[in-house]
């Protein structure tokens, strides 16, 4: 399958079991707000009842993330990933885990192969909120 479909099909996937877990789900947390994580950069994060997205741009790589709760703690949804040296984009399936209002866990397995991945690599992080 090509990275256009792929992508748009696991957009639509989210946004159907999106729209039928938004009527169910409610947020423990609202995570909105700006985030160190421990592996180094910040990310701002911006929360509107069960959608999430977050905006980092480092040195290295820029990233961008939408994702849906799927249970009142744990969004899961795409982050596209772009290394700034050499414009390489590349998508992982991330998952937030919030333990409280200021700390959150993730987990993310890399979808392709694009740039310095391997696809199903997984890595993890831990985040502290900043602001």
Same mark, same amino acid.
């Given at each position: 399958? $090509?990275?256009?479909? #792929?992508?748009?099909?696991? &957009?639509?996937?989210?946004?159907?079991? /999106?729209?039928?877990? &938004?009527?169910?789900?409610?947020?423990?947390? $609202?995570?909105?707000? $700006?985030?160190?994580?421990?592996?180094?950069?910040?990310?701002?994060?911006?929360?509107?009842?069960? @959608?999430?997205?977050?905006?980092?741009?480092?040195?290295?790589?820029? *990233? #961008?993330?939408?994702?849906?709760?799927?249970?009142?703690?744990?969004?899961?949804?795409? @982050?596209?990933?772009?290394?700034?040296?050499? /414009?390489?984009?590349?998508?992982?399936?991330?998952?937030? #885990?919030?333990?409280?209002? $200021? *700390?959150?866990? #993730?987990?993310?397995?890399?979808?392709?192969?694009?740039?310095?991945?391997?696809?199903?690599?997984?890595?993890?992080?831990?985040?502290?909120?900043?602001?």
């Amino acid at each position: 399958m $090509n990275r256009e479909f #792929t992508a748009s099909f696991a &957009a639509l996937i989210f946004t159907v079991a /999106g729209m039928a877990q &938004a009527a169910t789900v409610v947020p423990a947390f $609202n995570l909105t707000g $700006n985030w160190a994580s421990a592996g180094g950069g910040t990310a701002s994060y911006f929360q509107e009842g069960t @959608q999430l997205n977050f905006l980092s741009v480092g040195p290295d790589y820029a *990233h #961008t993330y939408t994702a849906r709760y799927i249970t009142p703690t744990k969004a899961e949804g795409i @982050q596209h990933r772009v290394t700034r040296a050499n /414009g390489c984009s590349t998508e992982m399936l991330l998952t937030l #885990t919030a333990t409280d209002n $200021n *700390h959150l866990s #993730t987990s993310a397995k890399a979808l392709d192969s694009n740039c310095d991945l391997v696809k199903g690599q997984i890595y993890t992080d831990t985040a502290t909120r900043i602001q």
